[in-house]
């Protein structure tokens, strides 16, 4: 496929004068990557009709150039994000919360990147009332370190107590930033989100004036590595999007590495879907493992992985990976473990070993970005969207339709106490 068509220059220009938000001109006052909220990001997608950004958790540093370099192929507006299991205060990644920003600009400004790129902290994980005192604190500290866009995830709570927690929460956000909000823990076909769920939720933050941009659902699908071919609902995601169009809220859609291209090509058509994350398949990919068409690692007859020679890490390097994964019995998904204890190992490669990483992630983002998602081209649409506001700032993409009066604490935990959900199974389903 021929190089798409970069953004006119004027545009370019004007966009990076105007639409980084203060947190980026203050940390970067002389950088040239086009840093932007999640909105634009989002609004792009729209615009362009049935296209999804790709978010790429940038588990390492190669995972994140070779997005971007894909991204600026195809010209697409992209986000890249890390989770809190990833990157927060008990990660598994070197690339955290407080250094993808800095990591992702100076790349940017390395390889000459002209693309939008939003920086995305997702999966905010809150499980009781404790963490969210601590999020008080630590959410203006990811906005301090060039987050442009957060994901609040009180999933895991009751569904009064994860409407409550996000209204908290919601005074330490910018409101220029990219807002996303999830119902049910993604943990495959257990405890799947039901429309009720969602009209609270997202009820509850209208009545409130507090407009999320996505909502993540337990739509069928899990993280890391899919044992079966089962995987997103797409029937159920249409109709909890349909349900709440007028509220305008777009789709998030977790856990894709599973699922192959034909149904991440139907979330597309058929749902409000415009941000779809990919992890563990670049993960793999970077590493040189055999992944399928849509990035599910394969196994041997043994149940191992399959490292393909002569791609990514070198066999010595994936050796010692092993290794380290079975003197701490990590299997299968848990390999996302080795990420950390690794990354400078990694980094301390041949230059040709490093390159090779990079472009595997690179070739395979591309094809996703152009032949599934549909986001080729959106790159424009996100700067023309920032010209058109003539802001960092892209505003809400709807008005309050709810009565604050019938949203208090008392009447939220009423209403939840009418709504029949089930959450599933007990236990560990962070990213």
Same mark, same amino acid.
């Given at each position: 496929m021929p190089q798409a068509k970069a953004a006119d220059s004027t545009d370019f220009e004007r966009a990076l004068e105007i639409g980084r938000p203060p947190n980026v001109k203050k940390l970067f006052p002389n950088s040239r990557a086009l840093i932007v909220s999640g909105k634009f990001v989002d609004r792009a997608m729209l615009k362009k009709g049935n296209a999804i950004a790709m978010a790429a958790n940038g588990r390492n540093s190669f995972v994140i150039r070779g997005a971007l370099q894909a991204a600026q192929r195809a010209n697409s507006a992209i986000i890249i994000e890390i989770a809190k299991s990833e990157g927060g205060a008990?990660?598994?990644?070197?690339?955290?919360?407080?250094?993808?920003?800095?990591?992702?600009?100076?790349?940017?400004n390395e390889l000459g990147i002209t693309i939008p790129v939003a920086i995305h902290a997702d999966h905010y994980g809150l499980k009781s009332?404790?963490? @969210?005192?601590? &999020?008080?604190?630590? +959410?203006?500290? $990811?906005?301090?370190?060039? =987050?442009?866009s957060i994901a609040i995830d009180a999933s895991h709570m009751p569904d009064d107590k994860n409407l409550l927690a996000n209204l908290e929460l919601n005074p330490?956000?910018?409101?220029?930033?990219?807002?996303?909000?999830?119902?049910?823990?993604?943990?495959?076909?257990?405890?799947?989100?039901? @429309?009720?769920? &969602?009209?609270?939720? +997202?009820?509850? $933050?209208?009545?409130?004036? =507090?407009?999320?941009?996505w909502i993540a659902l337990n739509n069928g699908t899990t993280h890391g590595i899919e044992l079966s071919d089962k995987g997103i609902q797409v029937d159920l995601t249409a109709e909890i999007h349909e349900a709440l169009a007028k509220y305008n809220v777009s789709g998030a859609q977790h856990g894709t590495s599973g699922n192959n291209s034909d149904r991440l090509k139907e979330i597309a058509a058929r749902t409000r879907t415009t941000k779809a994350n990919v992890a563990t398949a670049l993960q793999m990919i970077s590493w040189g493992l055999r992944v399928n068409d849509y990035g599910n690692a394969q196994l041997d007859e043994n149940g191992n992985f399959i490292k393909l020679k002569n791609e990514g890490v070198t066999e010595e390097m994936w050796h010692q990976m092993v290794a380290h994964a079975e003197s701490q019995d990590l299997k299968g998904g848990n390999y996302k473990k080795l990420n950390l204890p690794f990354e400078n190992k990694l980094l301390g490669q041949a230059d040709k070993i490093k390159t090779r990483m990079v472009k595997r992630v690179?070739?395979?983002?591309?094809?996703?970005l152009t032949n599934v998602?549909?986001?080729?081209?959106?790159?424009?649409?996100?700067?023309?969207?920032i010209l058109e506001n003539a802001s960092y700032d892209a505003g809400p993409k709807v008005e309050r339709i709810e009565d604050p009066a019938?949203?208090?604490?008392?009447?939220?935990t009423r209403r939840a106490a009418s709504i029949s959900s089930d959450k599933g199974p007990a236990g560990d389903f962070d990213d």
């Open positions: 008990d990660a598994y990644c070197a690339v955290n919360y407080w250094n993808i920003a800095r990591i992702v600009d100076a790349v940017c009332q404790e963490d @969210v005192e601590v &999020a008080k604190i630590e +959410i203006p500290s $990811l906005f301090d370190a060039g =987050i442009t330490y956000i910018p409101k220029w930033a990219g807002l996303e909000t999830e119902i049910g823990e993604i943990k495959g076909k257990e405890g799947l989100s039901t @429309v009720a769920e &969602a009209l609270f939720l +997202i009820q509850g $933050l209208n009545a409130h004036s =507090i407009f999320p941009d690179e070739t395979f983002v591309y094809n996703m998602f549909n986001a080729e081209d959106t790159a424009p649409l996100a700067i023309a969207e019938n949203w208090t604490p008392e009447l939220i």
